[in-house]
């Protein structure tokens, strides 16, 4: 507890990998919205399981919604959307009731909820429960497209060996081009050898995000204990393998003097005010600046692996070797890039919500 | 909006720099708790203004409760607590209503507020509002010593080009035996050198702190959207200057395989499950694993600055140079240290009320 | 907004009456707690339409729970069932769009979403949404039952000229049989004839529920904001067509002196403390004291009548005498008393469960 | 826990009868508006203790504000308002420590709180708690007076034996000039010789109290589960001695048929939608509709009396008569109306800044 996300509007998601169905409710969005279909359907296959770098396990996610919707627009009730699960390999788990998977939520969740959780594919745990953000994201998305000239775009910065310069020096529409990328990068070739191999080793690799969001304007979030910040930090690392979030300059603050750090103000040539950098990404005191925002979101290497590891078996008080099957990603962070795009959408619009004074 | 954090505590802040006073409302405390006023005073000081290398104002930061305490016990009413303001300058902050300071709250703020909002001092976005942070923090703190053997400890990874390695060689005692030091990291000298060099240069210098709790049992937080990570970037991201947030190895994961990144379990000497690393800072899945957990906070310089800066002028309607007055710190990496445990803290306590199922 | 209740309990509603499906997600609940489906489809059919007192909508109202459950038991996430729309007769309501039937929701909802929300039998506002709360009522009381001898009963104290006397000299055995009751009172012919006679009248009629809860212990609430009185009317006023909700005595109270309406304590023969009149119903301070919580809720008479009846119609922006088609109660309190029942479940387990200090 | 209410505003209170001082803290009220501290004042006397008919503690209830206000105007960071104790008679309370006063919150306080909970003058559950609430109501009142004609009035329809008929035939402007009246009813003698004998008897009284707000747009609150009921009902019954909550026809509406009770639509004279009749009270759906929100809320007699009552003492384990020393009012109606009335703006405040869709 607590499934809900947000102030102004409510966010629920339930589910569990294996179960019959995940999904969302979302309750506040504006009466009216008009939700493009194919625009949902594009960024659930960005996120879907099935692309040659991952997971085998194939699913429509096709999402079902049973409220909310009504001749393609927001009704103003709240807005249930179901994802069936399909293509479910059950047995695979059976042996892991257990034997404690390293650097999953196994142990914790089995020592707070006594054993009676879920534990095929994850249960509720699983990485497959963000499907779901990712149409709560599109339909948030779509709202605050009626009030703002909003874009988002993603680009790995690292990933293994490989790296990428931040975010600064590359222009909106290159970013946004990038949802059409299935590797959204400079060098998508190396970044697909690193995920091969690591295929390839029965291992995995992590990697961090950059993300930013054009069009937001001046004076959403707030100072304590609501900043922008926060409320996109919070729903971020809700999404599983997260272990990292910073704006902006990020770690380069650590090393910058506050005369290199401060973004200086300046009037553009419509008269707005502006920073000449960005290095807040677009964030001061909680309160967003009309800069783009900007964050970096690091993902850990997929816990998953086809490698023989040592663990704990609760049940036979041993130390047992073990080897984890059923089907995963040798690399969480391409198909992470909507999600945490969605997420950040969501928290966006939240924001957005809570009404001007 | 808003000003409360938790969801089975209520922590309220209130306040501005030069107001009459700040203060906090903290509900949902047990009672019986024995309150250590000589505690409290202690972690005051570590925040209080007024050393070497800080601002020269001077603050008793006496906080007297008017409610919630009842002979040195917390008798289940909130606990209301109040710090006078009492060494104000305003007049300092006389010519900063139009000319917007940067990498300040001044813009957005005075977007979001038509103005209305108190400037002296940087109002309620001032960095002095996390004193009521501290106050709370050690109430939850002794809250939390009653049912665990929670401890805490910070130290600075990295200030301007000063560096230090990560937690995991260090003794939790000789953490713990942080919370003395002014400059909590192995060659106090040199920092201290760093941050008067700033302070000589009318500049200031931004850093990173590396925290730890251990004490902490297994099962606190939970998957979707209240992860523990969630949990405390929330009230962390509300800390003034912070600008990152990363749990255990952090940006480290990026360059891991998941077969080094991975935490092994065993059982230790007491058969209880622990495991061989942390890379995970204590969290998985958004539960608490009974690991110490771990983060880093990353903190940008101070935005104050004695230099001459270019920015905005919204009453001219011109680029101007000025000139921050006021008192402020150099560097607020140290500072910051108490707070960042402090608010740590709460969101234990916050996710350990919720209760055990 | 918001479509959520509870603190330490979330419930989310979702669904219009003539839309795909109607729902709910519950989380919070214990893991392990074994769902009687038997004693949910009981409840359920409690509520269904279809009785000869009713209305002619036919629904099977089975649950569906997608997630949250399995092999019968919690399992520690959020739980969600969801209930099939199969029956509805949507041409009905086709020339309602712009004339607002009379105490229905119809003209505020236009207003408020421009149009935009479902008409369609009442969309989101229709007392079909109660059925999910009966749903998550019996979840909450499986829960309870595991900590608790809880038991509840319901009788009607007024309906039409009906009347009979207050709660307190019934006995619990007897108030809990009422479960099995069509009309839980002591008259049902006589109640049955004056809604039949409402029915034959094309007209409706309304009435006052009284409702106890035995077996919840001591310590439940709080005084400010929450009290047990707040958290129950807060969910009951939720439900079409309660207009009051009194505690204990209710209006009886306005002609007592202090001296009789005080409930005097004494120690039982297990030198258990208990109150000799329960004129406070079972609530002091906000917090429950161990006796029967004990409340009457006023129900309107249902505002579809078959009755011609003179309205605006926002179209045409004339005054238009309209009838009101589809179908409907001519009394909606003999289903209501279910769905109050397990409303009032849903808040002693929300209070229950943000656990002792 | 919890202190705090509001979905968009946040009020928390905090304080005990005899502790230091008790207050509020409002956050979310918008930048700008006027405080008028000539009729805060008024408000607050209008509450205050010491008026012939009620206890002869006298406290000057001095609002000062630490925060929030600047200039006269609020300042967008939460307002902090604190009422110090001056007048506090604690030895009065020095016997009561294990004899349980009937139908006070004593008992269910000491077995939640095991007794470390401050007794003296009913500690945080006394009446004297609703002392911020009044600031607070008038605080939201000035908000909403900017956006819309709001008005207030409440009326004594019961109090022992006395009765008046219901608000529909009076006028909103006699309504509102009751603000100054100490009894405001229609014959002010006959209730103050009530209230005399009940004091004379060393007993007290109950009543019923009906508020109307005159003004209110049509659309705020929504259907489920935050209906304007729902968000009056909650912050009404967290009024000490508050039994029962109904809006506009009340209980009436269990003897009338629908035909009766419903409220026809029509165009006023300029082509607003209003109703002929306001059975519902100004809400439907949980929505407003435009015409007075009507409501009456049932107020206990007060539970300390001068006579001797019976009850137990936890310490011997012994029913034994006792007698209620302090100061207590011998009818809290009159001095419950502001308060009725602050809440009920809190409410709307709260509903109305949710923004419009």
């Not at 990998?17 to 296959?45: C, N, R, T, Y």
């Not at 699960?85 to 998977?101: E, G, I, K, V």
């Not at 090393?255 to 707005?272: H, I, Q, V």
Request: with cysteine; glycine share 10%.
């Amino acid at each position: 507890m607590s499934n809900t996300y947000g102030q102004s509007i409510r966010l629920s998601i339930f589910g569990e990998s294996h179960g019959k169905a995940i999904g969302m409710v979302l309750d506040g969005v504006e009466p009216g919205v008009s939700i493009d279909m194919d625009q949902l359907e594009f960024q659930m296959k960005r996120r879907a399981p099935g692309g040659a770098l991952a997971t085998s396990r194939k699913e429509a996610d096709q999402v079902e919604f049973v409220s909310g919707i009504l001749n393609g627009k927001t009704c103003a009730s709240p807005i249930c959307g179901i994802i069936a699960n399909t293509n479910t390999h059950s047995q695979d788990y059976a042996n892991l009731a257990a034997w404690m998977r390293p650097s999953h939520a196994d142990y914790p969740a089995y020592m707070k909820y006594h054993g009676f959780n879920d534990i095929r594919g994850g249960g509720h745990f699983s990485g497959r429960l963000t499907t779901p953000l990712v149409a709560a994201g599109e339909i948030c998305n779509r709202a605050l497209c009626n009030h703002m000239p909003l874009q988002a775009g993603s680009h790995i910065v690292k990933l293994g060996e490989y790296e990428e310069p931040l975010w600064s020096d590359i222009l909106p529409d290159v970013l946004a081009s990038h949802e059409k990328l299935a590797i959204p990068c400079q060098d998508p070739d190396r970044v697909a050898s690193i995920i091969e191999k690591a295929r390839m080793d029965m291992d995995s690799v992590g990697g961090i995000v950059e993300t930013a969001l054009w069009g937001v304007p001046v004076g959403l979030g707030d100072p304590f204990f609501d900043s922008m910040e926060s409320r996109l930090s919070h729903i971020l690392f809700s999404v599983p393998a997260v272990k990292g979030v910073m704006f902006g300059a990020g770690d380069g603050f650590a090393s910058m003097k506050g005369s290199e750090a401060n973004d200086p103000y300046y009037f553009d040539n419509e008269a707005l005010v502006k920073t000449r950098t960005n290095h807040n990404g677009g964030i001061l005191g909680g309160i967003t600046t009309g800069m783009p925002i900007v964050f970096r979101t690091i993902i850990k290497p997929t816990a998953s692996i086809g490698k023989k590891q040592m663990s704990v078996n609760l049940q036979t008080g041993q130390e047992e070797e073990g080897q984890i099957k059923g089907r995963h990603d040798p690399c969480i962070v391409l198909r992470a890039v909507p999600v945490l795009e969605a997420a950040a959408k969501i928290a966006v619009y939240d924001a957005f919500r809570e009404g001007k004074f």
